[in-house]
């Protein structure tokens, strides 16, 4: 069973940065993609930064240029270093996998970042 740990949210003053860790267990490299999600109440879950297992990263257009996922297969985590934050990039942040054939899908626990002054 895979098992998917965020760390690293909290609060944070407009224009600060956090770095978010997804722990995984077990190797990283399985998975086919990775991302950060996130969710605001009564809202739908949007994704902000995915990666391939090429390394290659699409983001949400709201936050390119201040947030970079990054993949440490040595560790097995998924980071996301977000600068510059702006209240609106308040949520709860999940981490994700997914793994195929056979299709699978992986989900942390969420972790609660918020951007006030």
């Known amino acids: 069973q895979v098992q998917l740990v965020e760390s690293g949210g909290g609060l944070v003053q407009p224009g600060g940065s956090l770095r978010l860790s997804c722990a995984a267990s077990?190797?990283?490299?399985?998975?086919?993609?990775m991302g950060w999600w996130r969710q605001t109440p009564g809202n739908e879950r949007e994704s902000v930064a995915i990666?391939?297992?090429?390394?290659?990263?699409n983001y949400l257009d709201s936050v390119k240029g201040r947030f970079t996922a990054s993949r440490d297969d040595a560790e097995n985590t998924l980071y996301l270093q977000m600068n510059s934050l702006k209240p609106e990039d308040t949520a709860v942040y999940y981490c994700?996998?997914?793994?195929?054939?056979?299709?699978?899908?992986?989900w942390g626990q969420g972790t609660q970042v918020t951007v006030s002054s």
């Open positions: 077990g190797s990283t490299r399985r998975f086919n993609v």
């Open positions: 994700n996998a997914k793994q195929w054939p056979p299709y699978n899908d992986y």
């Open positions: 990666m391939n297992m090429f390394g290659n990263t």
